[in-house]
């Protein structure tokens, strides 16, 4: 009388395989009525262990029907309308019969979200993959512990070598204490830096310049537990800013006048001595 009146996800087994009961619960999650399953069905028809390549009626009983309680295994129930709904089974003997009660709790929604996240994680990941720029994530103490491809490209190590490496290790000393500084600021202040620029040290031995944010990343409670961001490689357009600085003192330096107009006539640049000519 208890299992037909719960609510509890609960199914009695008889020795033929058959559902002896079902309670009220099990018949709301599944849709049917006692008068279609009571020693009509066989449990394995409703019940399924294990994912969903598993044939549940070639599942043989003592198989999955040990003579004490376990700690459960997942598995679906094959409700009336051929929808299922995933649940985590547990099961005990009747002794000194052969019967057994199965005891269920549905877990739909929670491998919901599961796939839902599992699809949220790809699709970020995927996007990450697909820029130009370096991601990173790291710990607290600066440890890389996340990064996309294009970060390993940038210094020219494997996803191997990265992965916990220090990002310290890859600052050119010049800059090292402008760069400890930046992350510092974000972790005390919890506002994001943008656009500070420094050299990254090469595993073949060269220098590239790089563009880097940082944001302070945090727990569900708000807890700081590392940093993440962007790391754009703007060497070439750290060279021809060189060459057009190079190229500007050069003209500034000749003794001939010198002047640059866009399309519409009007002057953009002209030198000292253009100046000194046109009074």
């Avoid at 009961?21 to 409703?46: D, M, N």
């Avoid at 997942?74 to 985590?88: N, Y």
């Avoid at 994001?192 to 790089?210: H, M, N, Q, T």
């Avoid at 940082?214 to 754009?232: C, E, M, W």
């Amino acid at each position: 009388a208890f299992i037909e009146s719960t609510e509890i996800l609960m199914v009695v087994v008889e020795e033929d395989e058959t559902i002896g009961c079902a309670s009220r619960g099990f018949l709301r999650l599944s849709g049917y009525t006692q008068e279609e399953i009571l020693h009509k069905k066989r449990w394995t028809e409703l019940i399924v262990l294990g994912d969903e390549k598993e044939n549940p009626v070639d599942r043989p009983l003592d198989v999955v029907t040990p003579d004490s309680a376990r700690t459960g295994r997942f598995g679906r129930v094959v409700c009336k309308d051929k929808s299922a709904r995933h649940v985590l089974v547990t099961w005990d003997r009747l002794p000194p019969t052969g019967r057994f009660v199965l005891s269920l709790m549905d877990m739909t929604e929670r491998k919901q979200a599961e796939e839902t996240l599992r699809q949220r994680e790809e699709k970020y990941r995927n996007i990450l993959e697909g820029i130009e720029d370096g991601y990173y994530e790291t710990d607290l103490q600066g440890n890389l512990t996340f990064f996309n491809d294009a970060l390993c490209r940038l210094p020219g190590y494997s996803r191997e070598e990265l992965m916990g490496a220090n990002y310290r290790q890859f600052i050119h000393p010049v800059y090292a204490a402008e760069v400890f500084t930046a992350f510092n600021t974000v972790f005390k202040t919890g506002r994001p830096a943008r656009g500070f620029s420094w050299v990254i040290l090469c595993k073949d031995g060269s220098e590239r310049y790089v563009e880097t944010s940082v944001s302070l990343k945090k727990d569900a409670s708000g807890a700081p537990t590392g940093f993440f961001g962007i790391n754009r490689d703007i060497t070439e357009r750290k060279r021809m800013e060189a060459e057009l600085t190079r190229a500007r003192d050069f003209i500034e330096n000749v003794e001939d006048g010198c002047i640059e107009m866009d399309l519409q006539g009007n002057v953009t640049f002209c030198n000292s001595a253009f100046l000194k000519q046109t009074g």
